[in-house]
């Protein structure tokens, strides 16, 4: 990478970092689904109008917005429901701990592709890899085994199944919209998502409308335009600049700024066992990928 790309790289990763603390500030008082909805209803608009800036027209066939639609729903709507939830209902250090377990996302993509659509070769050092990452799961999980009926345990387990989620959608985009600009799925998931959300919204949260913090509302939209809209303009930046597989780096760096700004912000503690938990995972996914993040790429690679 460039000086250049590795700075917006970093940047992604301080971004999408912060955006455990915006959800753990923002859900506080207002509720989570319809945080959501605001979150990509926001971010929608927000892409839009880079879309109508670069004056790139929005497709019109059917087929493809009911596509967009399932990828808003298994790659937004979903996952952030239960990111919002699950950091809700946790207890001490929810956003550190919902960053660890986002960093699962690889590794289930990896399960998820040799199962059903069989793209990757699952060979006995990528199921090591697995499995260790998957050890550190469990590692983090074993305070809250014993404790099942705690809303902190379901907190966890919603943040697990988020991830994979992700997974499920990571796999979906990169079979359906290789050769679409890069920002139509990216704001065909966020509106899509949002409407989806929207009269879940109004009947399961509206007994839980009260006027937001300050702190909620700079959370929310902290979230929405950096988290969300800019992140993804970022995002897709960089694929395209250096490709999918040196983007995915930022993995390695999320959860690390998550941990940070839950002890700035939040004055969350930086537990040994969050440590442990985090480098076997991030270990599972190193292995997984078969190569050491941020290594010197030689030249042939370089220009693949």
Known sequence: ???????????????????????????ETIPPISFVFLRLAIAAVLIYAVLRWQKISLPRERKLWYSLGFVGFINAALPYCLFAWGEHKMGANASGLASIYNATTPLWTVILAFSFVRSERLTGVRTFGILLGFAGVVYLFSRSIGNIDSLDTWGQIACIIASAMYGIGTLYVRRTFGGLPALIPAFGQMVSGALMLLPIAIVVDHN???????????????????????????????????????????????????????????????????????????????????????????????SS
Request: aromatic share 14%; glycine share 10%; with cysteine.
């Open 1 to 27: 990478m460039t000086l250049r790309q590795m700075g917006v790289l970093m940047i992604l990763a301080l971004v999408w970092g912060a955006s455990f603390l915006f959800i753990r500030l923002g859900v």
């Open 208 to 302: 839980s409308w009260q006027t937001p913090s300050l702190v909620s509302l700079g959370s929310l939209f902290g979230l929405a335009i950096l988290g969300t809209a800019i992140a993804q303009i970022l995002y897709f930046w960089l694929v395209k600049q250096v490709g999918a597989a040196r983007t995915s780096q930022v993995t390695y760096i999320l959860p690390i700024f998550a941990i940070f700004w839950g002890w700035l912000f939040l004055n969350e503690a930086i537990r040994s066992d969050m440590l442990i938990g985090l480098c076997l995972i991030l270990l599972g996914v190193i292995i997984v990928n078969g190569k050491w993040p941020f290594r010197r790429q030689s030249v042939a690679a370089s």
